[in-house]
């Protein structure tokens, strides 16, 4: 099956200007403003691709970008929002040396939508693709999740423009997670006058830091970690209150529920304490048997513009990805941009690489809507 036309694909300079003006767009999670504004040009640069306007679809003053079908074959699904603040672009500027990229959010994920809006240019007839970018999947995806499940189950299929690895393979499988707040209740008391009047939720806290690390399971690939923890007023107060923050990862279902199960029958160990637990699920695992036949069509798009078939990665970091692979809907991640470093100042991706991933994506989505 013939891919689409090699005449069409963009230059490494074109995306590289492309990528330079987003990049310097900034949109730091939360800032209304910012999202604005890069929503703006995004949805100006999505109508000139695809032909009809953007729908924005505003929760909680959140704008997200949807470009839907009436009968959508693919669902291509991505965000705009980055991890870095406002003004991070004045102190790490967008800079090309080399071939690799370097600036906020380069890799996770602008560059995936440079490709995916160059893939959608290279492609004969975009009419049964569907477009979706969010803007708050570095905060947890709260707002934009309805809208991803519902485009999802009306969708064949969802590409994901997260960034692939750096040895270019795209992502199969990616773990879940949980995010836990547990809160210890316990009395105050003058410390050093009559301590043995207070119940101390800080030592509270800290049995239960123990109690929860002790449910991870490294062998099954499930860690479980406390990070934040606070407590405590004064140094001259028991502490009346103090919480932990627990992160947990785990490659399947079933050890997702098994930690929610345990850390929910957490009980106090000081007499008087009392706990109480806030959060739990954020997102099931992505796991192969609904990427693995996307990956074999995949594989043989890129010989279809005569480029090395991709392998396939687990992933241990989560992505919206999770979300559709969980409705059983066949999807396939780190069809972005080829690179590293996300979340650090290390961020890159190689330049080099974005005109055959934009043609390896739009080769793909022939064939789905074929």
Not at 24 to 36: F, I, K
Request: glycine share 10%; proline share 8%.
């Amino acid at each position: 099956m013939p891919g689409p036309a090699t005449e069409r694909r963009p230059s490494v300079a074109e995306l590289t200007e492309r990528l330079a003006e987003l990049v310097s767009c900034e949109s730091p999670p939360g800032s209304l403003p910012e999202l604005a504004a890069c929503a703006d040009l995004l949805a100006e640069w999505g109508e000139r691709v695809l032909g009809r306007p953007a729908s924005r679809v505003m929760r909680e003053g959140l704008p997200h970008l949807l470009w839907s079908a009436p009968e959508q074959d693919v669902l291509l699904l991505g965000h705009f929002d980055t991890v870095w603040p406002s003004g991070s672009i004045e102190d790490w500027p967008f800079t090309v040396s080399g071939g690799t990229a370097t600036g906020p959010g380069v890799c996770d994920m602008k560059g995936g939508i440079v490709q995916m809006l160059a893939a959608l240019a290279m492609m004969r007839d975009t009419s049964r693709v569907g477009v979706l970018l969010t803007c708050d999947e570095e905060t947890g995806s709260g707002t934009s999740r309805p809208i991803i499940e519902r485009e999802a189950r009306r969708s064949g299929a969802v590409l994901v423009c997260e960034p692939s690895t750096p040895e270019g393979e795209l992502k199969v499988a990616r773990k879940g997670g949980s995010m836990y707040r547990l809160t210890a209740q316990g009395r105050a008391a003058h410390a050093g006058v009559e301590p043995h009047r207070g119940v101390n939720a800080t030592v509270e806290v800290a049995h239960q830091v123990l109690a929860v690390r002790d449910l991870a399971a490294p062998d099954e690939g499930t860690s479980v970690t406390p990070t934040v923890v606070s407590g405590g007023t004064t140094t001259n107060t028991v502490p009346e209150s103090a919480t932990v923050c627990v992160d947990v990862r785990s490659w399947t279902r079933d050890e997702l529920d098994r930690v929610d199960r345990r850390i929910r029958a957490l009980a106090p160990r000081l007499p008087e304490a009392t706990l109480t637990l806030g959060g739990g699920v954020n997102r099931y695992p992505l796991t192969p048997e609904v990427a693995l036949p996307l990956l074999r069509v995949a594989r043989a798009a890129a010989e279809d513009i005569g480029m090395p078939p991709p392998d396939g990665a687990h992933a241990p970091g989560a992505s919206d990805a999770n979300f559709t692979g969980a409705l059983g809907v066949p999807t396939l991640d780190g069809l972005g941009s080829v690179g590293g470093g996300s979340h650090a100042r290390s961020e890159y991706i190689e330049v080099t690489c974005m005109p055959e991933r934009s043609a390896l994506l739009a080769a793909l989505m022939e064939r789905l809507v074929a």
